[in-house]
């Protein structure tokens, strides 16, 4: 087995003696360095007058260049074919390599195999909405933003985080329990909760018992729309209808009752374009909250409730007030993603 190589330093202190007339055998007992080692380094710096590593070339492709661009050219234009039928497609014009050798190929060329992320199907009806949407808001001032009071539902299951967790373990040791995510079937049970949030922090969070209805989700916005909004301090002495209030467009939102309640109390409610996720910042913190509530380790619905309201509690107002200031940059990348899918 090759040792780890000489330093470049080392190497020239060997051209340096040899210049001021030592021979090999001196050098190697004056460093401790074999002679052979000697012999080939000087060797090297007589012919390349170079002490440093020369080009190796290796050993030769397998693949033709033609046989490389094509390799790359198809994983370029359909993303999800696999290894296995990228070695058969060499295979058929008589280049037959294993799937590594495919791998390297395409990571030269800064293509990796990567989990594909999960978005909402968007029609191009939805693209267009979305894509008016943030056309017609990009130019609206920062303050516009921070009396947005953003809101949402989110189902959140006991043993639901699907999240991929990396461990350090040693060979045949991938069954031992301490190596093992704990699962059960169906999540183990669940809730459902509604919240807001603006960017001077988090506000009420409500689990919904059983289905979400019309006059169940009106409750909901009479015991907690407008307290939210009294503690964020959206508005001027208690005069709320100076917030906006956002919401999506399922049907028990955008029911004639419920806009009836926000004519009624004074509220003004945001425009919003269907299948949007990515335009609305609570999904981050949804995101979040999964996270740290499946840290806790809750064992049953009740701890499960608990947690998440402590935890939505420990949002910092710093991290609400970032997902708002950046906003324009959410609307930015909708712009450029022409109403599609972004990184948020």
Same mark, same amino acid.
């Given at each position: 087995?090759?040792?780890?190589?000489?330093?470049?330093?080392?190497?020239?202190?060997?051209?340096?003696?040899?210049?001021?007339?030592?021979?090999?055998?001196?050098?190697?007992?004056?460093?401790?360095?074999?002679?052979?080692?000697?012999?080939?380094?000087?060797?090297?710096?007589?012919?390349? !007058?170079?002490?440093?590593?020369?080009?190796?070339?290796?050993?030769?492709?397998?693949?033709?260049?033609?046989?490389?661009?094509?390799?790359?050219?198809?994983?370029?234009?359909?993303?999800?074919?696999?290894?296995?039928?990228?070695?058969?497609?060499?295979?058929?014009?008589?280049?037959?390599?294993?799937?590594?050798?495919?791998?390297?190929?395409?990571?030269?060329?800064?293509?990796?195999?990567?989990?594909?992320?999960?978005?909402?199907?968007?029609?191009?009806?939805?693209?267009?909405?979305?894509?008016?949407?943030?056309?017609?808001?990009?130019?609206?001032?920062?303050?516009?933003?921070?009396?947005?009071?953003?809101?949402?539902?989110?189902?959140?299951?006991?043993?639901?985080?699907?999240?991929?967790?990396?461990?350090?373990?040693?060979?045949?040791?991938?069954?031992?329990?301490?190596?093992?995510?704990?699962?059960?079937?169906?999540?183990?049970?669940?809730?459902?909760?509604?919240?807001?949030?603006?960017?001077?922090?988090?506000?009420?969070?409500?689990?919904?018992?059983?289905?979400?209805?019309?006059?169940?989700?009106?409750?909901?916005?009479?015991?907690?729309?407008?307290?939210?909004?009294?503690?964020?301090?959206?508005?001027?002495?208690?005069?709320?209808? !100076?917030?906006?209030?956002?919401?999506?467009?399922?049907?028990?939102?955008?029911?004639?009752?419920?806009?009836?309640?926000?004519?009624?109390?004074?509220?003004?409610?945001?425009?919003?374009?269907? !299948?949007?996720?990515?335009?609305?910042?609570?999904?981050?913190?949804?995101?979040?909250?999964?996270?740290?509530?499946?840290?806790?380790?809750?064992?049953?619905?009740?701890?499960?409730?608990?947690?998440?309201?402590?935890?939505?509690?420990?949002?910092?107002?710093?991290?609400?007030?970032?997902?708002?200031?950046?906003?324009?940059?959410?609307?930015?990348?909708?712009?450029?993603?022409?109403?599609?899918?972004?990184?948020?």
């Amino acid at each position: 087995m090759k040792n780890k190589e000489h330093t470049r330093q080392v190497r020239n202190t060997f051209v340096k003696k040899f210049k001021a007339g030592f021979g090999y055998k001196n050098i190697s007992q004056a460093l401790n360095i074999p002679r052979s080692t000697v012999q080939a380094i000087i060797l090297k710096w007589k012919e390349y !007058q170079t002490t440093a590593n020369l080009p190796r070339p290796g050993r030769p492709s397998k693949l033709s260049a033609h046989t490389r661009r094509r390799l790359i050219r198809d994983a370029a234009k359909r993303p999800m074919i696999t290894l296995d039928e990228l070695q058969r497609s060499t295979a058929e014009v008589g280049d037959s390599v294993h799937r590594t050798t495919i791998s390297c190929i395409l990571h030269k060329s800064g293509l990796y195999g990567r989990v594909a992320r999960r978005k909402p199907f968007l029609k191009d009806i939805h693209k267009k909405c979305c894509l008016k949407f943030a056309t017609s808001h990009l130019g609206d001032t920062p303050n516009m933003w921070k009396k947005v009071l953003w809101s949402d539902e989110t189902k959140i299951e006991l043993f639901g985080n699907s999240a991929k967790r990396y461990v350090w373990r040693k060979s045949n040791t991938a069954h031992h329990p301490e190596h093992t995510i704990s699962t059960v079937k169906h999540g183990g049970g669940s809730i459902m909760v509604w919240a807001c949030f603006s960017s001077a922090g988090t506000g009420k969070m409500v689990k919904i018992d059983g289905k979400m209805d019309g006059d169940k989700y009106r409750t909901i916005l009479e015991e907690n729309l407008m307290e939210s909004a009294k503690d964020l301090r959206l508005g001027r002495r208690f005069v709320f209808q !100076q917030f906006v209030f956002q919401q999506d467009n399922d049907p028990k939102h955008k029911a004639k009752s419920t806009m009836e309640w926000f004519k009624n109390k004074h509220i003004q409610v945001l425009e919003w374009p269907s !299948q949007s996720p990515d335009l609305n910042p609570i999904e981050n913190l949804w995101k979040e909250l999964k996270t740290a509530v499946h840290k806790c380790s809750p064992s049953n619905l009740t701890e499960l409730e608990l947690f998440c309201k402590e935890e939505w509690e420990k949002i910092s107002v710093s991290r609400c007030s970032k997902l708002i200031e950046t906003y324009p940059k959410r609307l930015t990348a909708v712009i450029a993603a022409k109403g599609g899918a972004t990184k948020y």
